[in-house]
């Protein structure tokens, strides 16, 4: 696997200087703790540029994170945000970017808090099982994302969810110097919510962190609500970490509802290796999607 991803990094379509100065920048489309991404125009195509932020007090964890976005560069896709060129390794922090496919403006955070927005059982199973697929197909091949959380998850103007922002992502089962770090807790405050308990307490990620993510994001789609609301950030690690604290589920008592429910349950089990896999959420979501 380590090979695999020199590789990615070697195959990724590199711009030059000259390249970049003719990269059309439009409005900001969103921030983080790593970067800036904005609508664009490359090569006469609309698409999404991230900016690496070079005045970081981490400029290490930018690095990785710009590494691992490269990484899955060679992954296509229908529920991945597809990258399509970036600046050479060798170039300065204040110039690495990262040109994406344009998946259009919203989010899934951008539905779920929009009260116009309707997340029916039948858009609830669809969004769901578009993010499993995404899932899926990255733990085959031994990545974990380990930043999943609406705000990464793309929703076009198909309504279909694309997973983007791997900057957290990483080769699990690998030890190299030359591989992203695990995402610490440090430089990925605001995000809490959504950490396997595991990772929380400071160990190894594995893909069942993504699988507890996921869980956290089902039951965001079936309440439309923020996980542990106002609570504070400690007090909610504390109680996720030592009593298995996780978000109330409300009862309806409708079967393909309680299936859902117990679903998602499953997926944030505090013992990662009792958790389903990705194929094996995914087919019950595609189970539930037919019944």
């Avoid at 116009?116 to 199973?125: G, M, P, S, Y």
């Avoid at 992502?169 to 950490?195: C, H, K, M, W």
């Avoid at 030592?242 to 978000?247: I, V």
Wanted: glycine share 6%; with cysteine; charged share 20%.
């Amino acid at each position: 696997m380590l090979s695999q991803f020199k590789a990615f990094v070697e195959e990724i379509e590199i711009i030059s200087e000259d390249e970049m100065a003719l990269v059309q920048q439009g409005k900001i489309l969103g921030s983080g703790g790593f970067g800036t991404v904005y609508e664009g125009r490359y090569r006469g195509r609309n698409v999404a540029i991230k900016k690496m932020h070079p005045n970081s007090k981490n400029p290490r964890a930018v690095l990785q994170s710009f590494q691992a976005e490269t990484s899955i560069v060679s992954f296509v896709h229908p529920h991945i945000v597809q990258s399509i060129a970036a600046s050479g390794l060798q170039c300065p922090l204040a110039k690495k970017m990262i040109i994406m496919e344009f998946a259009g403006p919203r989010t899934l955070t951008n539905i779920i808090d929009n009260e116009k927005e309707i997340i029916d059982e039948t858009r609830r199973l669809k969004f769901a099982t578009h993010i499993a697929s995404a899932l899926d197909f990255i733990h085959e091949r031994d990545i974990a994302h380990l930043d999943v959380k609406p705000a990464n998850i793309l929703v076009d103007h198909r309504d279909v969810c694309k997973l983007g922002d791997f900057g957290c992502s990483q080769i699990v089962g690998e030890s190299d110097e030359n591989l992203p770090a695990s995402p610490t807790y440090s430089y990925l405050t605001g995000t809490f919510a959504y950490r396997a308990p595991e990772l929380l307490k400071g160990e190894a990620p594995t893909c069942k962190a993504d699988i507890y993510s996921l869980g956290i994001c089902l039951w965001q789609l079936l309440t439309r609500e923020q996980p542990f609301g106002s609570e504070n950030l400690y007090v909610v690690v504390f109680g996720v970490v030592a009593y298995n604290l996780r978000p109330r589920v409300p009862s309806d008592g409708q079967e393909r509802s309680c299936q859902y429910k117990n679903l998602l349950e499953n997926l944030w089990k505090p013992n990662a290796n009792v958790r389903p896999t990705a194929t094996e959420t995914l087919k019950t979501l595609q189970s539930l999607c037919r019944s």
